[in-house]
């Protein structure tokens, strides 16, 4: 038994979620989580994501607009910005959907030889909604100033 500043535990050992054969990840903590608690963690999650994909946008805008003044094409910088931005957003839309997948086949010590089939099979429709759903945006934007998008 342990004291800690009055209050008496038990023992010292895993959580009572453990067991023998597995081990917790962080989504057996995240389900665990009030409803109220875990649409705060996801907010904070989602918000951080976002932060994150803007900033490497930004840096595929800067290594586009460079790469291509390298060669000696001008390219007007509202074309990368689209192309990058789109990208990132649409990525952004399908982090709940890769959250869910990876709740279904988790990649864990013990069921990643299951799962990982059913990551690889995930990958052409994942690479299909990306581009499919990012290709909207750009192709719209470039009709609409009457400009070809050039293929990269």
Same mark, same amino acid.
């Given at each position: 038994m342990i004291a800690i500043r009055g209050t008496c535990m038990a023992s010292v050992g895993p959580p009572p979620y453990h067991t023998d054969s597995t081990r917790s990840t962080a989504?057996?903590?995240? *389900?665990?989580?009030?409803p109220a608690t875990a649409r705060k963690v996801f907010l904070r999650q989602m918000t951080l994501l976002a932060v994150l994909l803007a900033i490497v946008a930004t840096s595929n805008?800067? %290594?586009?607009? %460079?790469?291509?003044?390298r060669v000696g094409i001008h390219? #007007?910088?509202?074309? #990368?910005v689209i192309w990058e931005f789109s990208s990132v957003l649409c990525l952004w839309l399908l982090? #709940?959907?890769?959250?869910w997948w990876l709740r279904q086949f988790p990649l864990i010590? #013990?069921?990643w030889p299951r799962s990982l089939p059913a990551h690889l099979l995930a990958t052409?429709?994942?690479s299909l909604m990306h581009v499919?759903? *990012?290709?909207?945006?750009?192709?719209?934007?470039v009709s609409a100033s009457r400009q070809p998008l050039p293929l990269r």
């Open positions: 989504m057996d903590l995240y *389900h665990q989580l009030k805008v800067f %290594t586009a607009i %460079t790469n291509s003044a390219l #007007p910088a509202w074309e #990368p982090i #709940p959907a890769v959250g010590r #013990p069921s052409l429709p994942f499919g759903r *990012h290709g909207g945006p750009a192709r719209s934007h």
